[in-house]
């Protein structure tokens, strides 16, 4: 496949792989959280662990839109479906997504309520348009990379006049999340993780563009290196960081440049604009409530918005106290540290969100990485005997 | 001379281009007679089923082979139509293809109807004109059926459901459990086709492809297969549902095994790839509906595969793997990157009704 098999080109992954293996000082250690769960996925699916020498460890960040979303925000969805009125739509990966007391959108879907799978926001359009006589609601969650097709749907659905659609937003924000992670040490509010670079999100940079990170390397000294979701960019970014440290620097670089400028996409961001403003706080899923840190949409969109369209009921909900998708969302823990994992919690029967995305880190190792647990309990008791 | 009016009546055709199946069509009465006489008689037509009786009488199967096998299968996908075929000649190789993968010799189908009101009777012909072709082309045929007609609503078109029996030679015996460490995975060509043909004419899917579903009867094949590797097949099945992956997934914990593939070496085709790669699918997940894997003794896997790939459905044969020691039973794939992953069984769903 042109454009697609050059970035997966095995040949060249070894070559690269060399050269990380020449340049990691076997002195150090090497920490990288790979902010975007499109990353996770690549290192998961590609077998890149494999690759990398034992010193450079790979921690999986925050970046899975479904993982973050806090469950009283399935609760509320599910509690705005079952109006008889309500066409629900939503991606795929949300519906099995467990709310509180085992509640889920695909249950409630089997329980009569009226819950569509789509793909993209034309879909949602079209439904509204086909459906007049229903309130037809798109369930949108995501970082900056899906904003901007919600915030054109909304504008198309202006423009074609449709009074049902309305969109139950849960846009949330980037930079909000990686500063909350470089802020645990001092604010204490999350376990502090040692990180001595990240591998910055491709898709959403691509909207954004690289400078909204510059502020992470003057404030807190880190390195970002803004990387392709291909496993060949992948690696590079790694090498990238490693030089990095090895020289003592600290720096945004792009590594994604067939995508990505530093200014990033001037007309989705001003499309963005128009529609959405910032939210006083959102709470995220591991992260908690957050200031500023996701979007709502603007007061003159208002008659679009599901939440002021509707008596959506405000349900804060606790994770299951077993579950530890919190601390593995931010890096803390690695998913085979979690209890539940592969026990009572499989993709099956999923007890977090992290094992419902094929983004999340926990669906990730149990569907491509797992193999490696038992090898590594019995290096670990080795060790420890 | 004139037959008499009633007579007249009676005899003429029903507007297959334009009539509709009604509720009539499943009282047991003579409109009923009328469809199966003019719509699945005409299309299935064999001595056997045209006995007309509520059952087929026919020969126990000559040749050799004291075994017999029976199975049964249930068709709703959706599309109905779909490229590459139809939910008919779907049913017919699907059920060939199950009575095949257990080394029989497919003697004879059977089918029931289940058709909601208000199905058009010409897209009804057209499916039972396919039954009856890929029955014919197969050599195998049907030979009792049944048809209900359920209210609007209580059924999406219309559901197939079949049932088939075979004949297994002597000394055959093939099973999910007989893989053992050493053995070599065969699959018999590309994979994922069907999936994403079903897939490319979904209402809420639009994007075009050339791929045709691979729907296709293998019971020749797995008659080449049995010809040049006898005893050394230890098992065949056919990816459907699930894809490569489930498949793999079953034979590993039926046996108490692992499995390795080389990801490298998977007949996948660009376009497949290229819809994958698209809609966020993994080909290995995705079904097949005329391609099967086989593990064999090692020392006979070239001859199988060069069997294989002289015949029609098996061009593409390939070696993709072994059978190794696992007390875990994964199936692990070397990535065409050089890294190790698990090949899993699909969580939840990834197409729905496919088959």
């Known amino acids: 496949m042109k454009y697609v098999d050059e970035y997966r080109d095995g040949k060249l992954a070894r070559a690269i792989a060399a050269t990380i293996a020449q340049e990691a000082d076997p002195a150090k250690t090497y920490h990288f959280m790979e902010f975007c769960g499109g990353h996770t996925h690549a290192i998961s699916r590609y077998g890149l662990e494999d690759l990398l020498p034992a010193n450079v460890r790979m921690i999986h960040g925050p970046g899975c839109p479904v993982c973050v979303l806090p469950i009283g925000r399935i609760d509320e969805a599910i509690e705005l479906a079952k109006n008889p009125k309500v066409t629900l739509l939503t991606y795929a990966d949300l519906m099995r997504v467990p709310g509180s007391k085992g509640r889920s959108l695909i249950k ?32 949108a969650i995501g970082f900056e990379t899906t904003t901007p097709a919600t915030a ?50 491709a898709h959403v940079s691509v909207v954004i563009g690289s400078k909204p990170y510059r502020v992470f390397v003057e404030e807190f000294g880190q390195r970002i290196v803004v990387s392709g979701f291909e496993p060949l960019d992948v690696m590079q970014s790694i090498l990238m960081l490693i030089r990095q440290v090895n020289e003592g620097r600290a720096a945004v670089e792009n590594q994604y440049i067939r995508a990505v400028v530093p200014g990033g996409n001037l007309a989705a961001q001003k499309l963005v604009d128009e529609v959405f403003d910032l939210r006083d706080t959102f709470e995220w899923r591991g992260l908690g409530h957050m200031e500023r840190s996701a979007l709502k949409l603007r007061d003159e969109w208002a008659r679009f ?14 994770d299951n106290p077993a579950c530890e ?9 690695q998913p085979a540290d979690c209890k539940l994992f592969g026990t009572v919690c499989t993709p099956e029967t999923p007890m977090g969100s992290c094992m419902v995305s094929s983004e999340g880190a926990c669906a990730a190792h149990w569907t491509y990485g797992r193999f490696r647990d038992k090898a590594k309990r019995q290096d670990e008791r080795r060790i420890a005997s | 001379m004139n037959a008499p009016t009633e007579t007249r009546l009676r005899h003429r055709k029903m507007d297959v281009k334009t009539g509709r199946v009604d509720l009539s ?7 009923m007679a009328q469809l199966i006489a003019e719509i699945f008689h005409e299309a299935f037509s064999n001595e056997w089923l045209d006995q007309g009786n509520d059952q087929a009488t ?50 004879a189908l059977s089918a029931s109807f289940i058709i909601e009101e208000g199905f058009p009777l010409a897209d009804l012909q057209r499916i039972a004109r396919s039954m009856g072709a890929a029955a014919r082309e197969a050599g195998v045929p049907i030979v009792t059926g049944d048809t209900k007609v359920v209210e609007r609503g209580k059924a999406d078109g219309v559901f197939i459901s079949t049932a088939g029996i075979g004949v297994v030679a002597d000394g055959l015996e093939l099973g999910g459990h007989l893989a053992r460490p050493g053995d070599r995975v065969i699959v018999s060509g590309s994979i994922g086709d069907h999936g994403v043909a079903i897939m490319s004419s979904r209402e809420n899917l639009t994007f075009d492809t050339a791929i045709l579903s691979d729907s296709a009867a293998l019971h020749r094949l797995t008659e080449v297969m049995i010809a040049a590797g006898g005893p050394s097949l230890r098992l065949m099945r056919d990816p459907t549902r699930g894809g490569l992956a489930a498949t793999l997934n079953e034979v590993a914990n039926q046996s108490k095994v692992g499995i390795r593939i080389e990801e490298d070496r998977l007949p996948i085709k660009a376009e497949v790839l290229a819809a994958c790669e698209f809609l966020g699918l993994d080909p290995l997940n995705v079904a097949n509906e005329g391609k099967l894997i086989a593990v064999v003794d090692a020392s006979a896997a070239e001859a199988i595969v060069a069997a294989m790939r002289a015949h029609p459905l ?12 696992d007390d875990q039973h994964f199936v692990q794939m070397t990535t065409a990157f050089g890294g190790g992953r698990i090949v899993d069984w699909l969580s939840g769903e990834q197409l729905p009704r496919i088959c």
Do not use: W
Not at chain 2, 97 to 107: I, T
């Open chain 1, 325 to 333: 998708c919190g601390v593995i969302l931010i890096g803390a823990k």
């Open chain 2, 25 to 31: 069509h499943g009282s047991g009465g003579r409109a």
């Open chain 1, 152 to 201: 054109l749907a909304i504008k198309a659905a202006a423009k074609k006049g449709l009074a049902n659609f309305s969109v139950f937003c849960n846009h949330v924000l980037t930079p909000s999340a990686i500063r909350a992670i470089l802020e645990a040490p001092k604010t204490g509010k999350l376990p502090p993780v040692k990180i001595q670079g990240f591998i910055g999100p």
């Open chain 1, 305 to 318: 918005d599901a939440e002021k369209r509707f008596v959506v009921p405000r349900i804060h909900a606790s």
């Open chain 2, 58 to 107: 026919f020969p126990a199967p000559a040749g050799p082979g004291g075994r017999m096998v029976m199975t049964t299968d249930g068709y709703v996908v959706s599309p109905l139509f779909f490229p590459g075929g139809d939910i008919g000649s779907l049913a017919v190789h699907g059920t060939i293809n199950d009575v095949a993968m257990g080394g029989a010799r497919p003697v």
């Open chain 2, 314 to 325: 098996g061009r593409d044969a390939a070696i993709i793997g072994e059978v190794i020691e």
């Open chain 1, 108 to 139: 409630a879907k089997a329980a009569g309520a009226d819950i569509r799978m789509i793909y993209s926001t034309l879909d949602a359009l079209r439904i509204a348009e086909e459906n007049p006589d229903r309130e037809v609601v798109f369930f």
